[in-house]
C-alpha cells in the first residue's frame, strides 16, 4: 500500500519560544504512581487551545454551461447556485494579544474563518501569515482588547522517544478533547506531507479536527502541531505526525515580526540521499548523510566552500541521516551569522561555516496568463534563487515556471501542474514571463508546447 496516498491530513499544533530544560523522567515504582492523573496538566493546557472554523463559498457550475451547443439554445444563467464547504479544525493560542498558530490546509482559501475558545466565546479571525511549505498559518483575532492565555514552547530537539505526551484538539467536532500517548519515534521524513519532512510520531490519538491542536509534554509546554495520520480508516491507528515546535517557533516569529512570508536561511546547493551503493562507493559503515550533488554560483554553500561529492554529516554537532534531516536543521537556524556544517570530503571530515541569509528574489515578475491558450488562468514567474528554493527546484534554474493555477483554469484542466518550467512553445524559447504572455495573446490553431517537469522534458501538442 502506498503510504504517502494513505495518509489523512489532519493535526495538532504547537509552538516553541525557546530552550527550556528537559522534564524529569521518572518510571512509576508502585500502583499509586500509576494512578498520577493528567488533570493539572490539562487544566493548565485548555485555556490556550482554540477551535477554528472555516467557510469557502464555491460556484455549484454546471458542467453542460461548457457545452456550446447548450449554451446556443438555453443561454448561460444569470444567477449560479453556491455552496459553502466548511472545514474544521484547532489551533493554539502562542501570543496574549490573539495571536493563533493551526494548520494552513484548515483555513486554505477560506472566505471567513471564525475561533471558539475553551470558555465558548467566538471571535472573527484574519489571517496574518500563512506558509504551504510546513502547512501551518497563523491568524489574529478581530476586536480582541484582552490579555490570552497562551502555552510556553518546549524545545523539540529535547524529545526522547518513549516521552509521555498530550494531544488536544477537537476531533470530529464533539468538542474538546485530550487523548494522550507516547512519543513513537523522532525525525520521521519518509510521511510525503509537507518540503520539511522531519516529523515527531505519537500513539495519542488524533483524528480529523485535531488539525491545529496541541501536541503537549508533561511539563504543559508545546512540543509540536499534529499535522497527519496513517491510517486505513481514516480514525485513528496509532499513527500520527507532528510537526516540531522548533519549525513552528520560526513561522511564528515571522507573523510576529510584520512580515508575509518566512524568512528561512538558504543553502543554494541540492542534496541526494545516499543509498547502500553509494554509502559503498564512499566507503561508509551505513547510508547516512546528504550527499552535495550541485552548488549555484555565488550561494552560501558556495561562499562556504562547499564542492559537489562533499558529504555532509552535521549541523551544529548534530548528526545528519538525510537531507530532508538537514533541510530541517538548516531551515530552523535564525537569519545571520554562519551555520558550522561538517563535510566529509575524501575520507576527510572538514568545517566549514554556511552563511545563513535568504535567497535573492528579484526579478520574478509574476503574472496571471488572461488570453485564451492552453496556458489560461496559469500564474506564472521568472525564476529566482528564493523561488527555486520554495518549488524545490535545482539551485541555479532559469526560465518561466506555473507558480499556481486557478480553480477550474483552462491551464489545470489541459494538465499543467505547479512547478511546471516552460522551456518552448510554438518553436521560441521562453526566457522571460513577457515571452510567454507575448506568444499567448496570438491566436493559435495548433500549440506546440515543451515544458520540464520532474527533471524531464515532456512535449505536447494541443489544439486551439
Known sequence: MNFTRALTILAVSSIV???????????????????????PIVQHVQPAVVNVYAAKAVKNRNPLLDDPVFRRFFGVPGQQREQVQRSLGSGVLVDSSGLVVTNNHVIEGADQVKVSLSDKREFEAELVLKDSRTDLAVLRLKGAHEKFPTLDFANSDQLQVGDVVLAIGN????????THGIVSALAR???????????????AAINPGNSGGALVDMTGKLVGINTAIFSRSGGSQGIGFAIPANMVRVVVASAKSGGKDVKRPWLGARLQAVTPEIAETLGLPRPTGALVVNVAPNSPAAKAGMKVSDLIVSIEGQPIDD?????????????????????????TVIKLKVPLEVAPDTGRDEIVLKARSPFQGARVANISPALADELRLDSGTEGVVVTALADNALAANVGFQKGDIIVAVNGKKIS???DLERITSEPSRLWRITVMRGGQQLSVTLGG
Open 189 to 203: 521524513t519518509q510521511v510525503g506531507i509537507t518540503d520539511y519532512q522531519f516529523f515527531i510520531q505519537t500513539d
Open 432 to 434: 522571460k514571463t513577457g
Open 17 to 39: 519560544a525557546g530552550p527550556v530544560l528537559a522534564q524529569e523522567r521518572i518510571v512509576p515504582s508502585s500502583q499509586t504512581q500509576l494512578r498520577l492523573s493528567y488533570a
Open 323 to 347: 537531507p530532508n534531516g538537514f533541510d530541517y536543521r538548516f531551515a530552523t537556524r535564525p537569519l545571520g551569522g554562519a551555520a558550522e556544517v561538517d563535510v566529509r570530503r575524501q575520507n
Open 171 to 178: 476531533p470530529f467536532g464533539v468538542g474538546q478533547t485530550v
